[in-house]
């Protein structure tokens, strides 16, 4: 049964990626992350203290808590970036105690820095980001479409734009390398109305296509359009997690 | 428990040395090995060796020069392996990267040792504090090169990161040497141009003389093992307490947790608490 | 993807980055020139310095290594950039040899700017080339014929053979440079004191080419009698260290830089 398809202005580049690792995982499992009363240090700071989490894919999970309670290190440990000090990880299939450098490549971490080079303008940035994966010409105009930075923006040197379009262009250099686990660490700061919208939006068809978003937020009344569901982190451990009345989770088919 | 061997370090020993400190029989023995050897080596020295026909009394100085820059390149030779160990061995025991930073404490201070006195010796013999000869040049790059090795382990992080990096560094290290050795020697043996003065050279090694060294370097050796056991077990002591301090601080985090109020949320679109600035 | 593609990638975007800020001429370039001019000032008599001038210009470049692997490593933790290709994935090795490559091609360009500095500050010439370049110094009456002629028959006198020991010289010196440069500036990036540690961790890994390279150039140049065939044992010391520092920071890039 097809999926309906969305308007063709608005579809993600369509990518094989996605069924590579899903026939790499359990078939049976939808589970994209699992994470099992995981341990994370920074330094020598815990901090995540034992979380246990389960994201399917297609869900967009809002991560919401007060400041230093673990969202963005919960972000990074999902990314491969830190060292699983106890407990048990696995994300897309990868173990994060043995793997976590194969995952890296599928999956995009948005941060409080964006990942740009500030002296090229927005089309140097996104051709680079998606020549590294090979994507074509066509693949990185599509997405500096979509993040609303082609035309006029797209020749400007990242250092002279606002904090919203480096963030536009950081998704845009994501879209390009055709991340399947979208973390992103408050990307709707410093975004406008408009922008957070139109960011909401993109973000809802990339989990249609399949890519699974965890977005760490401030922004709750956005939520209810947004997230599928929403998990509380305080003090490095989940503290509650419930669905929203957003639409179920997963690739509409 | 009486060894080297990194694994060690193990929770009883800790636990013990937590209460009593780093010492055990093994380095009671040593301990004593060392002072039993050094003493001898000061009698041998200072007394029963001759002094040499150009040098006179100044040549005794040799006893504690030239084992010190052995159990130097010793102690760096120690790091390297324990680098190699800690990185190509699966478990990746911590015990590996504390030896190779311990040994390399240890032979930064000889090596420092070594050109103190050297130059000392030079000064007493030679009219000159230094030389650009080939093997002084060398002695003072191995020196910086180690203590760079010696600030990357400062640079933070989680033990296993620093160990990690430390790894790497030391073994880029053994490779560094060997060339700027050889380096060095070319420099100096070809164009030569100012005369090269040979430090411990000329001398010729009578056999008692030869003797002295030879204790010169075991007693040395003594008190590298004991300073090596020393170090490593407080070391081991140092990333214990920082682990429980691990502990207590998941303690603390987690209790953060309890104390923060469950916020309610009826609707999400009610919601304005966890909203910060 | 393969590595290299990568890392070609990897040069020629840092070289772009470098074309858009001019960074490096702007600044790095003039500040080796200013070097080249205090050592006037402090070594003052000119027979001093034409005896020192080769290791000056390799002291200067040293110098100039340190400021161009900050920039470097600066344009990837201004945005995060170095983190987010660590996130992505990017092979640790293709962004070494890239970052080294085009450290290299910077540095390459620096040293021609410094060698035309020596010649013009410190009246320095390409052994037996001084007749060539003798309508820069003085006007002769020299035959330009007969100096390639002259050049092209009597190797140990040839400033052809001079000229391709220099170049050889710069060369190899630079890929070693780089490659140290780059691991180091890798390793200190981002944590506090780099400023201080990666000159700390530089110096004494690249002593093995300020010696090689000052003795290969005063070959070249012909001070203090040194013939061109001399040089070339320098430039095999120079070419080992090349290789040997690619590889060694190609695969301690990784582990250095990961977590």
Redesign the interface.
């Known amino acids: 049964m097809d999926a309906p398809q969305p308007p063709s202005s608005m579809s993600l580049p369509q990518t094989s990626r996605v069924d590579d690792a899903a026939s790499r995982a359990d078939p049976r499992s939808n589970q994209v992350i699992v994470l099992d009363d995981v341990v994370a240090v920074l330094g020598q700071f815990p901090a995540l203290a034992g979380v246990t989490l389960t994201v399917e894919r297609g869900e967009i999970v809002l991560l919401k808590g007060p400041n230093g309670a673990g969202k963005t290190t919960l972000l990074r440990l999902c990314?491969?970036?830190?060292?699983v000090e106890r407990g048990a990880a696995t994300v897309l299939g990868f173990d994060l105690a043995t793997q976590r450098?194969?995952?890296?490549?599928?999956?995009?971490?948005l941060?409080?820095?964006?990942?740009?080079?500030?002296?090229?303008d927005v089309r140097?940035n996104v051709q680079?980001?998606g020549?590294?994966?090979?994507a074509s010409d066509t693949e990185i105009d599509q997405a500096m479409v979509r993040m609303g930075v082609a035309g006029r923006l797209a020749d400007v040197?990242?250092r002279k734009l606002s904090a919203g379009q480096k963030r536009r262009t950081a998704l845009a250099c994501l879209v390009a390398?055709r991340a399947q686990v979208w973390l992103l660490d408050e990307p709707h700061a410093g975004l406008d109305a408009i922008g957070r919208d139109e960011l909401d939006a993109t973000l809802v068809e990339a989990s249609q296509a399949g890519a699974t978003i965890i977005v760490a937020s401030h922004e709750l009344e956005r939520a209810g359009n947004l997230a599928t569901r929403i998990v509380e982190v305080i003090g490095g451990q989940v503290h509650d997690t419930r669905a929203t009345t957003a639409k179920a989770p997963g690739p509409s088919s | 428990m009486t060894t080297l061997d990194p694994a060690s370090t193990d929770q009883s020993t800790v636990s013990r040395a937590a209460r009593r400190g780093t010492g055990t029989r093994a380095t009671r023995l040593v301990g004593i090995g060392a002072i039993v050897s050094l003493a001898w080596l000061i009698a041998f020295g200072l007394g029963f060796s001759p002094a040499d026909r150009d040098q006179k009394e100044s040549v005794r100085i040799l006893y504690v020069h030239v084992p010190t820059i052995w159990l130097a390149y010793l102690a760096f030779i120690v790091t390297a392996v324990s680098s190699a160990m800690y990185?190509f061995t699966k478990k990746k025991s911590l015990g590996w990267d504390r030896a190779a930073g311990a040994s390399a404490e240890i032979g930064v201070t000889f090596v420092a040792v070594t050109l103190a006195v050297g130059a000392m010796w030079g000064r007493l013999t030679w009219g000159v504090f230094w030389q650009w000869d080939a093997r002084l040049t060398t002695t003072a790059?191995l020196f910086?090169?180690y203590?760079?090795y010696l600030?990357?382990r400062r640079?933070?992080g989680s033990h296993h990161?620093r160990a990690?990096?430390s790894?790497?560094?030391g073994?880029?290290a053994v490779?560094?040497i060997p060339?700027?050795h050889?380096?060095?020697r070319?420099?100096r043996s070809?164009?030569q141009e100012a005369t090269v003065a040979n430090l411990d050279g000329d001398t010729k090694m009578d056999g008692l003389m030869l003797f002295s060294l030879f204790v010169g370097v075991i007693a040395f050796t003594f008190l590298y093992v004991w300073l090596m056991l020393h170090r490593t077990r407080s070391m081991a002591l140092e990333d214990l307490l920082e682990e429980r301090g691990l502990d207590h601080a998941l303690m603390e985090r987690r209790a953060e947790s309890a104390e923060n109020p469950t916020t309610q949320y009826s609707t999400i679109q009610n919601s304005t608490i966890g909203r910060d600035a | 993807?393969s590595t290299w593609a990568?890392a070609r990638?990897i040069a020629a975007?840092d070289l772009?980055?470098e074309r858009?800020?001019k960074i490096v001429t702007n600044q790095v370039l003039p500040f080796a020139g200013i070097t080249m001019v205090s050592f006037a000032f402090v070594l003052d008599k000119q027979n001093v310095i034409d005896t020192v001038a080769p290791g000056l210009i390799w002291l200067a470049t040293m110098f100039s290594l340190l400021i161009l692997v900050q920039r470097s490593f600066g344009?990837e933790t201004?945005?995060?950039?170095l983190?987010?290709?660590?996130?992505?994935?990017?092979d640790a090795g293709a962004i070494f040899l890239g970052k080294a490559l085009a450290l290299a091609v910077q540095l390459l360009v620096l040293e021609v700017m410094l060698f035309v500095a020596a010649i013009i500050f410190y009246g320095e010439s390409i052994q037996s080339g001084r007749a060539v370049l003798a309508f820069f110094n003085e006007p002769t009456d020299v035959n330009g014929v007969e100096v390639v002629l002259a050049g092209l028959t009597s190797p140990g006198q040839s400033p052809i053979f001079a000229t391709v020991l220099l170049v050889t010289t710069m060369i190899s010196a630079t890929c070693g440079l780089a490659a140290v440069g780059t691991?180091y500036g890798g390793?200190a990036a981002g944590?506090k004191g780099s400023e201080t540690?990666l000159p700390?961790?530089t110096?004494?890994?690249v002593?093995?080419v300020l010696?090689?390279a000052t003795?290969a150039v005063e070959s070249a140049v012909g001070t203090?009698g040194?013939a061109v065939s001399?040089g070339w044992?320098?430039v095999s010391?120079l070419a080992?260290?090349a290789v040997?520092a690619g590889v060694?920071g190609a695969l301690?890039f990784g582990?250095?830089i990961?977590?």
């Open positions: 990314a491969g970036l830190l060292r450098h194969e995952l890296r490549s599928h999956v995009g971490l941060g409080h820095q964006n990942g740009l080079y500030l002296d090229m140097e680079f980001w020549r590294t994966v090979g040197p990242v390398r | 990185l790059l910086v090169t203590v760079g600030a990357v640079l933070g990161q990690k990096r790894a790497v560094l073994m880029i490779v560094e060339l700027v050889f380096s060095v070319m420099w070809l164009h | 993807m990568l990638l975007k772009r980055v858009r800020s344009i201004d945005d995060g950039a983190d987010a290709m660590r996130v992505a994935g990017v691991l390793l944590f540690l700390l961790l110096i004494p890994a002593a093995p010696i090689g003795k203090s040194a001399e044992q320098w010391l080992v260290f040997a060694g301690a582990p250095l990961d977590d």
